[in-house]
């Protein structure tokens, strides 16, 4: 929401003394005067006038676990141990992922309490690179590769995968490149092959790369500009 709009939503400012606290320097969002009318403001956005506070905002949260194979991707799982377990946070009732791994996929996972940024992230318009490291149980040829840029197609969906970067590195093993998010696309777009993906691992989602100090299960907080990637 626009920071005058909020303002005029308030009982106490009409629209016009909303003008004026702008030009007047008067309100702070997060510490910073804020001028533009235009300005937008969140949930978790901190704001003042003159001191005091109209909104106290929730803190952000955002995270990045090197997920391990063998957890669920879910907050609650009746049967098996979920990413959420592994982090030793408050509230984590409040925390979602953006971006689910299937049970065997291991690598980068964000978790957050911030619905606007994850929705950015995991948008199918974003089309944000996501880059796996694969391990097939055939091997992979160059077929393959012309294939996936392509796109391959999905029936289930009844639509064709976006172009898809496909590296080789060894004969069973590559480095996939994909812009979508589809149910199960990586095993998937190797199925057209009859070839069984044995390994999956998430390296990047966008300029975002796993942390190489992170062992899988372990985590640790986004810094600032990390959290702007996005
Ligand atoms: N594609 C898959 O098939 N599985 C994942 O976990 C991620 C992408």
């Known amino acids: 929401m626009r920071v005058d709009r909020f303002l005029s939503n308030l009982p106490q400012f009409n629209r016009q003394q909303v003008r004026l606290l702008l030009i007047e320097k008067r309100i702070q969002v997060d510490g910073q ?12 956005s901190h704001i003042e006038f003159d001191g005091q506070v109209l909104q106290a905002g929730k803190p952000a949260r955002y995270f990045m676990l090197h997920k391990p ?17 592994l ?8 925390l979602h992922i953006a971006g689910r791994l299937d049970f ?3 690598g980068l996972m964000l978790i957050t309490n911030d619905g606007h940024w994850s929705r950015r992230l995991t948008q199918p318009q974003t089309k944000l690179p996501k880059v796996y ?5 055939q091997p992979i040829t160059a077929a393959y590769v012309t294939k996936f840029n392509e796109g391959v197609y999905f029936a289930y969906e009844d639509l064709t995968t976006l172009p898809a970067e496909l590296e ?17 696309q990586v095993k998937r777009m190797f199925g057209f092959f009859d070839n069984k993906v ?24 986004l810094s600032p500009p990390e959290i702007l990637l996005f």
């Open 33 to 44: 005067i804020i001028c533009d009318p235009r300005h937008e403001i969140r949930a978790f």
């Open 168 to 184: 080789l590195l060894g004969p069973r093993s590559a480095r996939l490149s994909i812009v979508e998010g589809r149910y199960h």
């Open 87 to 94: 982090l030793d946070e408050p509230d984590k009732h409040e």
């Open 104 to 106: 065997n996929t291991s």
């Open 69 to 85: 194979p063998g957890c669920v991707s879910a907050t609650q799982d009746p049967e098996h141990p979920t990413v959420l377990d």
């Open 133 to 137: 490291y694969v391990e097939t149980e």
């Open 198 to 221: 044995v390994g999956l691992h998430r390296e990047s989602i966008g300029a975002l790369v796993l942390d190489s100090q992170l062992a899988p299960g372990q985590y640790r907080a």
